[in-house]
């Protein structure tokens, strides 16, 4: 069974910075191109950044050159460092597989960019 752990959320004031960790177990983890995701209140879920098995990434207009996904096989954890943090960045932070999502979400991590 799958599992996701997401962690390292919190409270930042605008400019901030904030690095998410997703630890995933249930699966081989090198093999999957994972990605973040976001959901802000009363909006759908959406792509933030992902990065291929081999560690090519790609990124959502809205952060790129913002944020930084990275991965570590060896520790089955996808990275998320969000630099220069803005209000529209508060959502609810979530890792999965790349459009295709294995069947379970994890409980994901909240961030709340405010002054």
């Known amino acids: 069974q799958v599992q996701l752990v997401e962690s390292g959320g919190g409270l930042v004031q605008p400019g901030g910075s904030l690095r998410l960790s997703c630890v995933a177990s249930?699966?081989?983890?090198?093999?999957?191109?994972m990605a973040w995701y976001r959901q802000a209140p009363g909006k759908q879920r959406e792509l933030v950044a992902d990065?291929?098995?081999?560690?090519?990434?790609n990124y959502a207009d809205s952060v790129k050159g913002r944020f930084t996904i990275s991965r570590d096989n060896a520790k089955n954890t996808v990275y998320l460092q969000m630099n220069n943090l803005e209000p529209e960045d508060t959502a609810v932070y979530y890792c999965?597989?790349?459009?295709?999502?294995?069947?379970?979400w994890g409980r994901g991590t909240q961030v709340t960019v405010s002054a």
């Open positions: 990065i291929t098995d081999f560690g090519s990434t």
């Open positions: 249930g699966i081989i983890f090198r093999l999957y191109r």
């Open positions: 999965n597989r790349y459009l295709v999502a294995f069947g379970s």
